[in-house]
């Protein structure tokens, strides 16, 4: 009985292998090795090829562990090689999970620095991965306080991150940690809720047909254990995974072991042992293996029982040799641990001292200026944690609207590409024809004589030709320049500014830069400006930039609503008034231009939106403005519109 | 043979003249523009009868490619009206989109004049 319970215990334990190396959270599961490898293939951005690295690995796991080590291994070091910071935690992950088989003290080793990144990153998703990963390693141990707090830490992240399908492993590996200490009841409902949301979203099931199963069996429900089983089994095949495959037939071993049908037994035995050795997940084949011996000693066939009991002691000494080494060092954790909790409660019970002695106050002057000197320090103390705290949220900020920024970038890269390409395609084409008008002239001396019309007209058509790759040249120019800005780094000085003069020198600047394209328009200017308006700490190149673009845009708007209906009374005008509020300061920019439709309103800040003509416009001013405004300051850029009736920007921003 | 060539890029007009100067020159193929979807159909509704194949990007803004192939397939039903889609995403999407709408052909952009007129030539003949 001792033995068959210690065997399910093990059989149990191998569950919390299922969910280590989790895909990212796109769905990516389905991309095959090769395809996956086929992409590696290409040129790919650095940080992108890190991620790959990462699903390859992911990939592999479930069939080969140490390919799987290998992929994490390269994808670590090309992540640290360039510096991403989100990639190196990826990976490291990754290579814990891999690592966990062979070495599980360097696995948390490894988890635990992917943890630091993920939070120093503020990456909550890897967080909870980590938070998971961790959670296996101490229900290895059998741990299950520390494992089973783990575990929920990373659900309750999920949760508030609504990513569901993490949230599906969570709840399967809850329900196979309290199936490990035979809370059947509690193992039921974590694994029929895995279940439920695993199949709404469409996502594997194989673990959780295996946890199912496990509890069935547990509770007698011989019959109805081996259907999930099998759906285990079968569902695994397909997506070929063979640690699952290996649980679901060391399962069904179990049960028919049960049952006393050994020769079943022993057929799903050896799948299993055989699933678990060609994945290299050796608890796998120590489950298998330990099965096998107490099937074949039941038969009477010591020999064969002898072959699977040294596979097994082979087995038992890798992992358990290493888990004792662990378990002490998980010790050592806990004594340390436990030191701080009692200095903590320590420091409460000397809290509440120092106020009974208050209380009693009579104690003598020498206690109360001890008393008060300590006082003293402590509050040193909780100055010096609240600076602390201070400059590390300060960090995060910093870091995280750096991560925002390349966030963006990333957006754009693609946006950019494309846009470089039709410019770049004319200086291509124009250039190649002008080969051709070249060729014509000089091409064929012997040729019949000059023909003075037709040079005259190769002649112009190469004039045209240059001009035009000049005019493409600096299509591409201005494209990239737009990039550049979106990408500067180090922010702009900020100094007080005076809003007012800033608005006015904006105005002047936009309407004179108009006015040099088309000296024919005129438009009636009105500033109404708060004469009581506080200096504002700015940066005044970069809002002065975000002003004389909101300002083009209502001298565009107000021209082309001329252009278009040019109703005899419309008389365009541009208003422009500060003011200041009450958290700060209000600029507003109205026109009675055009306007725009719902459509066009909402669209107006994506980046490469643009209503204008090919080659004016670069659709990057209002979605930079709207960065500069909101990242850059902290500040909002709002817009109101109506068709026919104008528009109206508003930059508020904090004083 | 008349070719409606519709691209919001305006400077599409001069490199076609000069792409297919000789072709122009000797009178065997004249080009006509249009800048947007809806100047295409303009143009086809005044000179239907001309043209005989339409070249047409589908990223346009306003009426998009894939919209221009639908209205002029549904309005210019007879004679059967060729028309070549261009699109700068080779994406297979586009593709499907443009055949199940009846084009008769798919290039992606940069476009290789030298495909361009080995097709009319086909398409001619």
Same mark, same amino acid.
Request: no cysteine.
């Given at each position: 009985m001792r033995f068959r319970l210690s065997l399910l215990v093990l059989l149990l334990l191998s569950?919390? !292998? +299922?969910? $280590? &190396?989790? *895909? !990212? *959270? /796109? &769905? #990516?599961? +389905?991309?095959s090795v090769d395809s996956l490898r086929r992409v590696l293939d290409r040129p790919l951005p650095d940080t992108l090829r890190v991620i790959v690295l990462c699903q390859l690995s992911d990939q592999l796991w479930t069939q080969r562990t140490d390919s799987a080590a290998v992929y994490a291994l390269k994808a670590l070091a090309l992540a640290r090689r360039v510096g991403y910071r989100h990639g190196e935690g990826e990976a490291l992950n990754r290579l814990g999970a891999a690592l966990r088989e062979s070495n599980l003290a360097r696995s948390l080793e490894v988890f635990q620095q992917s943890l630091r990144i993920a939070r120093a990153t503020q990456d909550r998703a890897l967080e909870a991965q980590n938070l998971r990963s961790i959670g296996i390693i101490y229900v290895y141990l059998r741990d299950k306080r520390q494992g089973l707090s783990y575990y929920f830490r990373a659900l309750k992240i999920d949760e508030e991150l609504r990513a569901e399908r993490r949230i599906v492993l969570e709840l399967s590996n809850i329900g196979l940690a309290y199936d490990l200490f035979d809370q059947l009841d509690s193992a039921r409902i974590f694994q029929e809720r895995a279940y439920a949301l695993a199949r709404r979203l469409r996502t594997p099931t194989n673990y959780i047909l295996y946890g199912l199963g496990n509890v069935a069996r547990k509770e007698g429900k011989l019959d109805e254990a081996a259907v999930f089983y099998r759906k285990s089994i079968a569902e695994s095949k397909k997506v070929g995974h063979l640690r699952s495959l290996n649980f679901s037939y060391v399962g069904l071993a179990t049960l028919y072991q049960q049952l006393g049908r050994l020769d079943s037994s022993i057929y799903y035995g050896r799948l299993g042992c055989q699933a678990g050795q060609t994945n290299g997940f050796l608890r796998g084949v120590l489950n298998a293996s330990t099965l096998l011996t107490k099937d074949f000693k039941m038969r009477d066939q010591s020999d064969s029982a002898l072959r699977y009991q040294s596979l097994m002691l082979v087995m038992k000494d890798t992992l358990f040799g290493q888990e004792k080494v662990m378990r002490l060092q998980s010790l050592n954790y806990l004594e340390q641990q436990r030191a701080q909790q009692a200095a903590a409660s320590q420091a409460a019970l000397k809290t509440r001292y120092r106020t009974y002695a208050l209380v009693a106050g009579l104690v003598g002057l020498l206690l109360l200026a001890l008393l008060l000197g300590r006082h003293a320090r402590q509050q040193q103390r909780a100055k010096e944690a609240l600076e602390e705290s201070l400059a590390e949220l300060k960090t995060t900020q910093e870091q995280l609207v750096q991560r925002e920024k390349m966030a963006f970038l990333g957006e754009l890269t693609a946006g950019i590409a494309h846009e470089l390409q039709n410019p770049l395609n004319f200086v291509k084409n124009f250039a190649e024809v002008s080969t051709d008008l070249v060729d014509e002239i %000089? $091409? =064929? @001396? #012997?040729? @019949?004589?000059?023909n003075p019309d037709l040079e005259q007209e190769i002649l112009a058509g190469l004039k045209q030709n240059l001009q035009k790759i000049s005019q493409h040249g600096q299509r591409a120019t201005s494209i990239i320049k737009g990039m550049l800005e979106h990408s500067r780094t180090g922010a702009s000085p900020r100094q007080a500014t005076n809003l007012n003069t800033l608005v006015e020198d904006s105005l002047r600047l936009a309407y004179q830069g108009l006015r040099t394209k088309d000296k024919a328009f005129t438009a009636q200017l009105t500033t109404v400006l708060a004469p009581d308006l506080p200096l504002v700490s700015v940066a005044p190149m970069d809002l002065g930039r975000v002003l004389i673009n909101l300002l083009t845009n209502a001298f565009h708007a107000v021209r082309q609503r001329q252009h278009e209906e +040019? *109703? &005899? =009374?419309y008389q365009p005008e541009v208003t422009v008034s500060t003011r200041a509020v009450a958290n700060g300061v209000e600029i507003s920019i109205r026109d009675n231009g055009t306007g725009m439709p719902e459509q066009v309103k909402a669209r107006?800040?994506?980046?490469?939106? %643009? %209503? /204008? &003509?090919? $080659?004016? $416009? #670069?659709?990057l001013g209002l979605s930079l403005s709207h960065d500069v405004v909101t990242t850059g300051h902290g500040g909002r850029l709002l817009v109101e519109s109506e068709v026919n009736v104008g528009t109206e920007f508003i930059v508020a921003l904090p004083a | 043979m008349q070719i409606l060539v519709v691209d919001d890029e305006t400077d599409v007009r001069d490199l076609f003249q000069q792409r297919f100067r000789r072709e122009i020159r000797s009178g065997e193929m004249s080009f006509s523009f249009a800048f947007s979807g809806e100047e295409a159909m303009t143009y086809l509704r005044d000179h239907h009868s001309e043209v005989l194949i339409i070249l047409s990007d589908i990223n346009m803004p306003g009426m998009s490619g894939l919209e221009l192939l639908g209205h002029v397939k549904k309005e210019f039903e007879m004679p059967p009206t060729t028309m070549v889609m261009i699109t700068a995403y080779g994406d297979d999407e586009s593709y499907r989109q443009a055949m199940a709408l009846g084009a008769n052909d798919f290039l992606t952009k940069p476009v290789d004049f030298a495909v361009l007129k080995e097709k009319l030539a086909q398409l001619i003949s």
């Open positions: 569950g919390f !292998l +299922s969910a $280590g &190396a989790v *895909p !990212l *959270p /796109k &769905a #990516t599961q +389905s991309r %000089t $091409g =064929d @001396p #012997t040729g @019949p004589a000059r +040019s *109703p &005899a =009374d107006i800040f994506q980046p490469f939106f %643009t %209503t /204008k &003509a090919v $080659g004016e $416009g #670069t659709g | -």
